[in-house]
């Protein structure tokens, strides 16, 4: 297999030429995890957004899980959030972005992130800093 990170350019690259720093993303999503609100769905699209272009690899499992699990099931939500919690042994930083507040399954991701050691940076996608 060939590998294409040779085409990949430099500005996608963090200092010293190494790959993206992986990122977690925390943003509420829904008050009714299965019908998620437009807003909250497109604010954690600009939140994904924003981690890309500053130049990170963010994963969003509340954004990816709901597609395929029932999260008005207690058992499927749990294993959304078990499998979720996996990424982020291998995760260098979860990024909260609290424009839209903290939703309880915020909380929860907060928790299990302070519990093992990864570092939090709170967000805003309001704040002067750039890209948004």
């Known amino acids: ?3 294409h990170l040779h085409a990949v350019p430099d500005s ?6 190494t790959p993206a720093t ?5 943003s509420p999503f829904a008050e009714n995890p299965s019908a998620p609100d437009r807003a909250h769905l497109a604010y954690a699209r600009r939140c994904l957004r924003d981690s890309l272009l ?10 990816l899980y709901p597609q395929v699990l029932d999260d008005d099931a ?19 930083l979860c990024a909260v972005y609290t424009d839209l507040g903290i939703s309880g399954g915020m909380r929860q991701g907060i928790e299990y992130a302070t519990k093992i ?3 939090i940076e709170e967000r805003s996608l309001n704040d ?3 890209p948004r």
């Open 1 to 3: 297999m060939t590998s």
């Open 12 to 17: 996608v690259w963090g200092p010293h030429r």
């Open 22 to 26: 992986r990122v977690i993303i925390e």
């Open 54 to 63: 500053l130049a990170e690899a963010p994963f969003a499992p509340h954004l």
């Open 74 to 92: 207690p058992f499927q939500r749990a294993i959304g959030l078990q499998r979720a919690f996996r990424w982020y042994g291998v995760a260098d």
């Open 117 to 119: 050691g990864l570092p």
């Open 128 to 130: 002067d800093r750039e």
